[in-house]
């Protein structure tokens, strides 16, 4: 059951996301107390937990609303990540299916910069000499790509989600021929985009991401489910087609 404090916080993040914008200011403390017929103290303990969510910023005038950040929205989501079966095969599907659609804005947005971060990021991953290296190098790849797309909610959501996702990148670093074939499948990657190619990098993108899934079946079926095949991806059913059109 929640508590008064977390009713009125709720009613408040409500109404200043679909009624207000950056710069409007709240109505004052007497008045939210008269509103919701609670005491001062209750409403200034409300403010507080919407100054910790970045919501709000306190001026000499009041309560200000704050430009969104993205960051602190999506940071609220790494605390539910762990390291169940469904929980990989969740953050695998996440990445298949945001990147591979990004796949048009990436062919548009692209430039010489993205592609030789990518290429570098590649380089360092197959030069890595520990696990934990080597996946901070895939996961900046991979970052690479997202950034190359120009969506800036998706460029937040990849650099809150940072820590989890080099996490599961490790999985698939614990062998070096693993790391090899990512290595060329990135090379696919950086071929087709340097091309502007939508077609060539949905192909490429779809085969990184499915030995992804080979690799992770095999290791999860190994920890966890012996004898018992996991399927990561709809088996028997064909992979999603991208618009053609950029």
Request: hydrophobic share 40%; net charge negative; with cysteine.
């Amino acid at each position: 059951m929640k508590t008064t404090v977390e009713e009125i916080r709720t009613i408040l993040r409500r109404e200043i996301a679909e009624q207000l914008k950056p710069g409007d200011l709240l109505p004052n403390e007497r008045e939210l107390a008269d509103r919701f017929e609670v005491s001062r103290n209750t409403v200034r303990e409300v403010m507080i937990h919407l100054e910790a969510l970045m919501l709000i910023e306190k001026t000499k005038r009041g309560a200000r609303v704050r430009v969104p950040d993205f960051q602190v929205m999506f940071s609220e989501l790494v605390p539910f990540f762990d390291t169940s079966p469904r929980t990989f095969t969740d953050v695998l599907n996440f990445r298949r299916l945001s990147e591979t659609g990004a796949v048009p804005l990436m062919v548009c947005h692209v430039t010489d910069d993205h592609l030789a971060t990518l290429a570098a990021a590649n380089d360092r991953m197959m030069q890595a000499l520990t696990v934990s290296d080597a996946a901070r190098a895939d996961y900046d790849f991979h970052l690479g790509l997202v950034d190359a797309a120009g969506n800036s909610v998706l460029s937040h959501m990849y650099r809150v989600l940072e820590t989890p996702l080099r996490y599961y990148l490790e999985v698939g670093k614990s062998q070096n021929a693993n790391t090899e074939t990512a290595h060329r499948q990135h090379l696919r990657i950086v071929s087709a985009l340097t091309a502007r190619d939508p077609d060539a990098l949905a192909e490429a993108m779809g085969s990184h991401f499915q030995h992804s899934s080979e690799v992770l079946t095999a290791w999860v079926s190994l920890r966890d489910m012996p004898g018992g095949p996991l399927s990561l991806w709809p088996v028997g059913h064909p992979q999603p087609q991208l618009n053609k059109s950029v």
